[in-house]
């Protein structure tokens, strides 16, 4: 086996060494009734040409944006990746290092994490990041647990326009934790609607979340959302689940959001089926001590150089056990990287450009389609990527129909909602072409004809 | 001996914001080919204050100079207990970078997924045979996650029953995730003492008609194996409670063993331990979790099925947990774990797990007697030493800092918590004995360099980028992020 260097004159001389006569001594304590007495049943070891050939068929059945023309969104999105990301994620210094215990020879990692923490805080306008959770949902699950545990409060108020995975998670981590979530309703221009959080909001409540944008793509009022929670007593949480459109929209940190979760993925990150993923996470100064996940602070060696180290480590698992402020042991580490060498490389003007070609590019998509006879916008608040689209014709015999042209033409909505079993979701970023966009139009014209 | 820990060139490097330019760019897109657009001015921002201008050159020479800062496993031996850092084969980061499976939206329909689906399919399957379970789901994205997942699948088996117990018992030497985890699923923790290995009598007194579950570690983080895990089983199991184990340490047994026939009811794998996938400096692992039939209707989801020659999520999960992540799990690293098992095939996982007890215990005959062995029983995969024995005023810590300047990584310390001044050492089976005789080689003369030099120890690492850091200071005056006064 090409990955364990052991040959039979390695065994025998070791066995001897060791004082036992094979290798079935060694595993004397493993008593003689829970062993496993028959071969594995796997299939057999294949070489290398052989895996890449069955793995390449694999990959043949799936499509992907080189097969087809996407529209998907959703929480993941297909964007710019600089050549140079990959690259230098894969110096395995970085990839096959583990968590950075020994910060001596972690300096790498150390620093990039830091660099990581300070750009997430720039980006989302808030005083502290940790660094990493493992992705959006289970960021906002956390920024969940953390409002619970400062306001010691057992409500949760989740906007319906929050992305439905991200609820379904938060639902998850709270099962049995004997809390109350409440979801409040969206209003007519796709933002949660202000009369029905107003009449759920009470002074039980620890945090009312609310995505930026949500999940119908548009803007949430989260100044007023804020200042609505905080009359309450409650914490306004803010989940971000497409960080391109910080580089356009008001950061959360100015808008009084006191917890800011969200996914990286759109910075760099292959699509990959759903993940990996990364997870961000940024609290006020305040309640830094009550944040989950590891972070990285600067300090200084017995030289007086500059160095970095993990730290605050009290509030961890491994060192509080049952009292921590949550299980999570090690992050998303490597994709936290991606996103750092990101940001590194688009920069200041880089990701306003990018966010300025998905508004233009969804909002050209918005006025083509809206054109087309059986289609209609569904929400008239101020949106970014993407839009949900009502169609007089069956969602399904729609997108099944654009498949057929070639195109993912979107997300339906009606497993998630029910009463927008007409709708459909759809993203459109900087790598849609115009001429997909017209492909799309022309596609879904061709059935109303 | 060789010493392999050397001093080379090790270039300084700033902060990316310390070295920003107003007006660099280190990106290309295409031109805009429709209307500009804009949103109403109340809702935008001024630029991202701070935020880095780089050219592409800046970005790519800075974190090549970061990496060179870092040890990893391709850098040399990494024996971290418990944390089965063993080779990650390169054709597998080749796999998870094929167009088709990496460029893959988790939207898009089941039917033009199938590759992915199936890949899936198979994977679960593949580790339900290796771990004796009735079903796999790949859901959680880390052994912590899956914990979680296990815990909150005990719990829901538990009210499905109308049952209302309270406690879930942990043994000393468990990983903190253990205890942590048991809270978030709304339990007590009972810690419980072990001598080594777990007790019948030791499990029994705590026994009551409150114990929701019982968490294991096998093997322990010891690294001996629960020779009593089968009576252990059956008696949480005949008091109405469940079994998890943390599969942290599954390395030592493929092929050998299987939690599933020892009784245990649920188990997180850690496809970046047993399953060749790597750490990525702290992430993204995969913590996939087996359980037996009756206890499937809960697991997250929805999960991934074969009906005849078709790939597709689960539709009937009423009683899941639900779902853990936004959506499928760590699906690229699934897929480096996927092409790890087929590389090896089961002869080959058995073969690994052999001789990563081999490995371990030649270790432990070579450094017997130099370090203190609190522990005697036959070791499998990792073996614990203590500084009990060290002279000079030198302790583990030390030890470990001095192995740098040897150029090693070092190996867990100070845990497990029972053993004072834990070296918790675990080679895995993708070293040489020559790799392990220079270790030990090291090992046993840096403990007679803590009799007759103990600054040596006391004053490492020297060769490394910085020299030990001031933890307090860090701890006491928080400095997050980069300001831009300073």
């Known amino acids: 086996m090409r990955y364990i260097p052991h040959t039979a004159a390695d065994v025998s001389e070791m066995l001897e060494r060791i004082g036992v006569k094979n290798l079935e001594d060694l595993f004397v304590e493993v008593p003689g009734s829970v062993r496993l007495k028959r071969p594995l049943d796997l299939p057999e070891a294949l070489s290398?040409?052989?895996?890449?050939?069955?793995?390449?068929?694999?990959?043949?059945?799936?499509?992907?944006?080189?097969?087809?023309?996407?529209?998907?969104?959703?929480?993941?999105?297909?964007?710019?990746?600089?050549?140079?990301?990959?690259?230098?994620?894969?110096?395995?210094?970085?990839?096959?290092?583990?968590?950075?215990?020994?910060?001596?020879?972690?300096?790498?990692?150390?620093?990039?994490?830091?660099?990581?923490?300070?750009?997430?805080?720039?980006?989302?306008?808030?005083?502290?990041?940790?660094?990493?959770?493992?992705?959006?949902?289970?960021?906002?699950?956390?920024?969940?647990?953390?409002?619970?545990?400062?306001?010691?409060?057992?409500?949760?108020?989740?906007?319906?326009?929050?992305?439905?995975?991200?609820?379904?998670?938060?639902?998850?981590?709270?099962?049995?934790?004997?809390?109350?979530?409440?979801?409040?309703?969206?209003?007519?221009?796709?933002?949660?609607?202000?009369?029905?959080?107003?009449?759920?909001?009470?002074?039980?409540?620890?945090?009312?979340?609310?995505?930026?944008?949500?999940?119908?793509?548009?803007?949430?009022?989260?100044?007023?959302?804020?200042?609505?929670?905080?009359?309450?007593?409650?914490?306004?949480?803010?989940?971000?689940?497409?960080?391109?459109?910080?580089?356009?929209?008001?950061?959360?940190?100015?808008?009084?959001?006191?917890?800011?979760?969200?996914?990286?993925?759109?910075?760099?990150?292959?699509?990959?089926?759903?993940?990996?993923?990364?997870?961000?996470?940024?609290?006020?100064?305040?309640?830094?001590?009550?944040?989950?996940?590891?972070?990285?602070?600067?300090?200084?060696?017995?030289?007086?150089?500059?160095?970095?180290?993990?730290?605050?480590?009290?509030?961890?698992?491994?060192?509080?056990?049952?009292?921590?402020?949550?299980?999570?042991?090690?992050?998303?580490?490597?994709?936290?990287l991606v996103t750092t060498i990101f940001m590194s490389l688009l920069g200041k003007q880089g990701l306003r450009e990018m966010a300025g070609q998905n508004l233009a590019k969804a909002a050209y998509a918005r006025q083509q389609l809206a054109g087309v006879k059986g289609f209609s916008l569904v929400f008239d608040g101020p949106s970014f990527n993407e839009f949900v689209v009502r169609s007089v014709e069956p969602v399904a015999d729609v997108l099944g129909r654009l498949e057929k042209s070639g195109i993912l033409g979107g997300i339906a909505l009606g497993d998630d909602y029910p009463e927008l079993a007409d709708c459909f979701l759809v993203c459109v970023t900087e790598q849609n072409q115009r001429s997909e966009i017209d492909a799309l139009v022309a596609a879904l014209q061709g059935g109303a004809a | 001996m060789t010493i392999l820990g050397n001093s080379g060139l090790v270039l300084n490097e700033k902060l990316l914001f310390e070295h920003s330019d107003p007006g660099r760019k280190g990106y290309s897109l295409p031109k805009l080919d429709v209307p500009e657009a804009a949103l109403p001015a109340e809702l935008c921002r001024d630029e991202i204050a701070g935020f880095p201008e780089l050219s592409e050159v800046d970005v790519v020479r800075h974190f090549t100079r970061l990496s060179t800062w870092n040890y990893g496993v391709d850098s040399g031996f990494y024996p971290l207990g418990s944390c089965t850092m063993k080779y990650n084969p390169k054709v597998n980061e080749i796999a998870a970078r094929l167009p088709g499976l990496a460029d893959l939206h988790p939207a898009t329909p089941p039917h033009l997924a199938q590759g992915i689906l199936e890949l899936m399919d198979k994977l679960q399957t593949s580790l339900a045979e290796v771990s004796g379970f009735a079903r796999v789901t790949l859901q959680p994205a880390a052994g912590a996650h899956g914990e979680l997942a296990g815990m909150l699948v005990i719990r829901a088996w538990h009210e499905a029953r109308n049952s209302t117990r309270s406690k879930v018992l942990i043994p000393d030497t468990a990983h903190g995730t253990n205890p942590a985890t048991a809270t978030l699923a709304g339990y007590d923790v009972v810690p419980i003492a072990s001598e080594g290995i777990l007790t019948l009598e030791e499990v029994e007194s705590h026994m009551d008609d409150d114990v929701a579950a019982l968490m294991v570690t096998n093997p322990n983080t010891l690294g001996l194996f629960e020779s009593n895990i089968e009576e252990i089983c059956k008696l949480v199991h005949d008091r109405g409670g469940l079994v998890y184990c943390d599969g942290a340490n599954l390395n030592a047994l493929m092929g050998i063993a299987r939690p599933g026939d020892m009784g245990i009811d649920v188990m997180h794998f850690n496809l970046h331990k047993t399953f060749s996938t790597p750490h990525g400096g702290g992430g993204p692992g995969a913590g996939p979790v087996g359980v037996t039939e009756e206890l499937i209707p809960y697991l997250p989801g929805p999960g991934v099925e074969r009906v005849g020659d078709e790939y597709r999520f689960e539709t009937d999960n009423a009683e899941s947990i639900g779902r853990l992540l936004a959506f499928h799990g760590n699906v690229g690293i699934m897929v480096r774990a996927y092409s790890y098992i087929r590389s090896m095939g089961g002869a080959g996982l058995k073969h690994a797990s052999e001789m990563a007890v081999l490995n371990a215990n030649y270790i432990r005959a070579r450094l017997e007697g130099v370090y203190e062995l609190p522990y005697k029983n036959r070791s499998l995969h990792e073996v614990i030493f203590s500084d009990k024995d060290l002279e000079g005023?030198?302790?583990?810590?030390?030890?470990?800092?001095?192995?740098?300047?040897?150029?090693?990584?070092?190996?867990?310390?100070?845990?497990?918590?029972?053993?004072?001044?834990?070296?918790?050492?675990?080679?895995?089976?993708?070293?040489?004995?020559?790799?392990?005789?220079?270790?030990?080689?090291?090992?046993?003369?840096?403990?007679?360099?803590?009799?007759?030099?103990?600054?040596?120890?006391?004053?490492?690492?020297?060769?490394?980028?910085?020299r030990r850091l001031d933890e307090t200071t860090a701890a006491r005056k928080p400095r997050l992020k980069w300001e831009a006064s300073e």
């Not at chain 2, 302790?395 to 190996?411: S, W």
């Not at chain 2, 690492?461 to 910085?466: A, D, E, H, L, Y």
Request: aromatic share 8%; proline share 5%; net charge negative.
């Open chain 2, 393 to 466: 005023g030198c302790h583990t810590l030390d030890v470990a800092k001095r192995l740098i300047d040897y150029g090693y990584h070092p190996p867990t310390i100070y845990f497990p918590l029972v053993v004072k001044g834990a070296i918790m050492i675990e080679p895995t089976e993708t070293e040489s004995p020559d790799v392990l005789d220079e270790f030990c080689d090291a090992m046993i003369a840096i403990a007679g360099e803590a009799r007759d030099n103990p600054d040596l120890l006391l004053k490492a690492p020297m060769r490394s980028k910085v």
């Open chain 1, 48 to 336: 290398e040409t052989e895996l890449l050939r069955e793995l390449k068929k694999l990959a043949a059945k799936n499509a992907t944006p080189s097969t087809h023309m996407s529209f998907l969104g959703g929480g993941a999105y297909h964007h710019f990746s600089p050549a140079a990301i990959d690259l230098l994620v894969s110096r395995s210094e970085f990839y096959t290092a583990y968590t950075p215990y020994q910060p001596e020879i972690s300096q790498g990692t150390l620093q990039a994490i830091f660099e990581f923490q300070t750009m997430i805080c720039q980006l989302t306008g808030m005083d502290v990041a940790n660094a990493s959770m493992y992705d959006g949902a289970s960021a906002c699950a956390e920024a969940v647990l953390m409002a619970v545990r400062l306001t010691r409060r057992k409500r949760v108020l989740l906007s319906r326009a929050l992305n439905p995975r991200y609820r379904a998670t938060v639902a998850t981590y709270c099962l049995y934790l004997d809390l109350e979530l409440i979801d409040v309703a969206v209003a007519d221009d796709g933002r949660t609607d202000l009369k029905d959080l107003a009449a759920k909001l009470d002074n039980s409540t620890a945090a009312v979340v609310a995505g930026y944008p949500n999940y119908f793509g548009v803007v949430e009022d989260l100044a007023m959302l804020s200042e609505r929670a905080h009359e309450a007593g409650a914490r306004m949480v803010a989940a971000v689940a497409e960080p391109v459109a910080l580089g356009l929209l008001k950061p959360p940190g100015e808008l009084g959001a006191d917890i800011v979760a969200g996914d990286g993925q759109s910075f760099g990150l292959p699509l990959a089926y759903g993940g990996p993923y990364v997870g961000f996470f940024t609290v006020r100064q305040k309640d830094l001590r009550a944040m989950p996940g590891r972070l990285v602070g600067e300090t200084t060696d017995l030289d007086g150089q500059r160095g970095f180290v993990l730290t605050l480590s009290t509030r961890e698992q491994h060192i509080r056990r049952e009292k921590a402020t949550s299980n999570i042991c090690s992050n998303q580490g490597l994709c936290a």
